[in-house]
């Protein structure tokens, strides 16, 4: 049996991006073969407002605590991570620790990466160990044609070389 990778999809804006790129990565990840991948939109869940009790929706926990590793799909908004992503991430708190993480980030000219650093601290704070290659695109609207195919003769091997070291942290 495959580990499951889960892939969050983490803006929610209106007209955003975000789904374009985390189907990409999924149709890569799914012809790797290594993983059963699912799926996480965030824009599809509710996330509480109010931290203080519990451990968070039971439809993220649930979700997550079906997963061996996880790819965050984020943009970067005026240097950092959306909101949303946080919230899901700060709601639950048990399912996280001990999984690797890798992201697939997006944005202007700097691809998301700044967003990548800051979400490496919060990762590392929940007990999850990051990968350290990332898939990065850079001038997104640009990225990709109209089928979801990407030019962009790099984001296929780094999203490789993530796979292989989520493979190797989630033990297969």
């Known amino acids: 049996m495959a580990p499951v990778l889960g892939v969050i999809v983490g803006s929610v804006r209106a007209g955003r991006v975000g789904p374009k790129v985390a189907r990409w ?26 931290l203080s009790g519990g451990d968070g929706p039971d439809a993220v926990a649930a979700w997550a605590g079906e997963c061996d590793a996880f790819v965050l799909v984020t943009p970067e908004y005026n240097h950092g991570y959306p909101a949303s992503l946080k919230l899901a991430l700060d709601s639950v708190k048990h399912e996280w620790r001990g999984k690797p993480v890798g992201f697939v980030s997006y944005g202007g000219m700097a691809g998301g990466v700044r967003a990548v650093e800051q979400l490496r601290q919060v990762v590392a704070e929940l007990h999850m160990v990051s990968v350290r290659d990332a898939v990065s695109f850079v001038r997104v ?8 195919a990407t030019p962009d003769e790099v984001a296929p091997d780094a999203a490789d070389r993530m796979l292989g070291q989520l493979a190797t942290w989630a033990g297969r």
């Open 25 to 50: 990565f999924v149709r890569h990840a799914e012809a790797d073969g290594r993983f059963d991948v699912r799926v996480l939109d965030l824009a599809d869940v509710v996330l509480p407002l109010d």
């Open 141 to 148: 609207k640009r990225a990709f044609d109209a089928d979801g």
